[in-house]
């Protein structure tokens, strides 16, 4: 059975952050996710599929996508079955690694985040915001240091991280970051 769970625009902001202190976010899901990038799709679109765990409990999703800027997409999304998954894997990108990442969900000022923590870097994550309007204001708790706005910035994908096995700035330092 196909479950629906999203089939709209998404206008979405990315930002590298400090990592941090997990103790001071009102954490309202954590998810461990392993994302796949599948061969394009129709109208160039970009696919993946992702095996995500919650509370021992393992789901599978499939997710399509056309951009129209670096902030704006059509994106739709919906849970498969394990055997989907499975016939959509062997249509992996074999120029792309998969991507393994913790996200954390927590809200603040009735925003809720996306804090994207990857096991490459202990000092370093990614903040993603799902918008009404790319011009929209942001309100970030005081304990987030925004490092730069990374919306649109290629090396900054998770296709690009999981490839790069880390971050631009600790990549070019070897890990001194």
Do not use: W
Not at 36 to 64: A, F, M, P, W
Not at 151 to 157: E, L, N, R
Request: net charge negative; glycine share 6%.
């Amino acid at each position: 059975m196909i479950t629906l769970m999203n089939s709209n625009l998404e206008i979405e902001r990315k930002f590298l952050v400090e990592m941090p202190d997990e103790g001071l976010l009102n954490v309202v899901e954590r998810l461990n996710i392993l994302q796949t990038y599948l061969n394009n799709g129709e109208d160039n679109s970009q696919r993946r599929v992702r095996k995500i765990c919650k509370d021992g409990v393992v789901s599978y999703v499939y997710t399509e996508k056309i951009f129209y800027s670096a902030k704006v997409r059509n994106e739709i999304e919906y849970e498969i079955s394990v055997d989907e998954y499975e016939r959509l894997i062997v249509q992996r990108k074999a120029e792309l690694k998969p991507i393994e990442k913790t996200r954390l969900r927590f809200l603040y000022r009735e925003q809720l985040f996306e804090l994207d923590i990857y096991p490459f870097s202990h000092s370093r994550a990614i903040l993603e915001l799902e918008l009404d309007d790319p011009e929209q204001k942001i309100f970030f708790p005081g304990f987030i240091r925004v490092i730069k706005e990374v919306t649109g910035v290629d090396a900054y994908s998770n296709s690009s991280l999981g490839n790069a096995g880390g971050f631009p700035e600790e990549s070019e330092t070897k890990g001194e970051i």
